[in-house]
């Protein structure tokens, strides 16, 4: 059955598809929210380490790796920090700063984060469907038409607009995918040729064995490669390394 009673549709259900939700709410538009996984707010159940660092104080344009800087520096004028943590805090989320300006709910529950925007959703009714898998998108002069898998059953549904966070590629095993990517392609958008980033370096070759043996240990280090050098915590693990000095590090080529 098709239906028109959404503004837009949202695919997936993480940090950017419930706060889009929200603030849609906030100016009287009905969204719903299409998410593949059990569960609304997968990956920010386990950021931080389960406690989930929201925001930081220290965050500006310089922090991101873009073509074009400029953008950066137009999104972060539009919802700043201080927009993220009154947002929060009016919500009863109130942070503690951990290492660098990480901020991080006073509860360090990260599931307090998620609430919030479960709440807000219910209070403004949008509506969230768990476990509905996005299989096929159509658009015409009137909009977007989607098939869905639902409760063991195909359903089709349209609205005039269609929101795509359904995030990148890392963390297969929560979901993540080349779906959004494969819908640019058929919509020719451009699109940028993907690396890894902001993930884990492993270690191979006779050194293995001896980072394996330091698993769960972090130290306090810098860390660095032929164009920028980072000064921060480094984890290792059973595999090579991980911590927020590797993980920033490799969104540039480590």
């Known amino acids: 059955m098709t239906d028109l009673q959404y503004d837009a549709i949202i695919i997936g259900g993480g940090a950017c598809g419930l706060m889009c939700a929200v603030q849609a709410g906030f100016l009287g538009k009905?969204?719903?929210?299409?998410?593949?996984?059990?569960?609304?707010?997968?990956?920010?159940?386990?950021?931080?380490?389960?406690?989930?660092n929201y925001t930081n104080y220290y965050t500006s344009a310089q922090n991101f790796i873009s073509k074009n800087e400029h953008f950066c520096k137009s999104a972060l004028s539009q919802w700043t920090v201080e927009d993220t943590?009154?947002?929060?805090?009016?919500?009863?989320?109130?942070?503690?700063?951990?290492?660098?300006?990480?901020l991080f709910p006073s509860t360090n529950k990260a599931k307090d984060i998620v609430s919030v925007f479960e709440d807000?959703?219910?209070?403004?009714?949008?509506?969230?469907?768990?476990?509905?898998?996005?299989?096929?998108?159509?658009?015409?002069d009137h909009g977007f038409h989607l098939v869905y898998e639902h409760e063991g059953k195909q359903k089709k549904i349209s609205s005039g607009k269609l929101i795509m966070a359904t995030g990148g590629l890392p963390i297969a095993k929560m979901g993540a995918s080349d779906f959004a990517l494969k819908i640019a392609k058929q919509f020719d958008l451009k699109i940028e040729t993907t690396t890894p980033a902001l993930v884990p370096l492993t270690i191979t070759g006779k050194e293995e064995a001896?980072?394996?043996h330091l698993s769960g240990n972090s130290i306090y280090a810098i860390v660095s490669n032929d164009k920028i050098s980072f000064e921060e915590n480094i984890l290792f693990t059973h595999w090579g390394l991980s911590g927020p000095a590797i993980l920033r590090l490799s969104a540039w080529g480590a």
């Open 210 to 212: 001896w980072y394996a």
């Open 120 to 140: 807000l959703c219910a209070q403004m009714e949008q509506d969230i469907f768990i476990n509905a898998n996005v299989t096929k998108i159509e658009k015409n």
């Open 30 to 52: 009905k969204t719903l929210v299409l998410e593949k996984n059990d569960k609304v707010g997968a990956k920010i159940l386990i950021s931080g380490g389960g406690r989930c």
């Open 85 to 102: 943590i009154s947002f929060f805090e009016m919500n009863g989320i109130y942070g503690q700063e951990k290492t660098l300006g990480q």
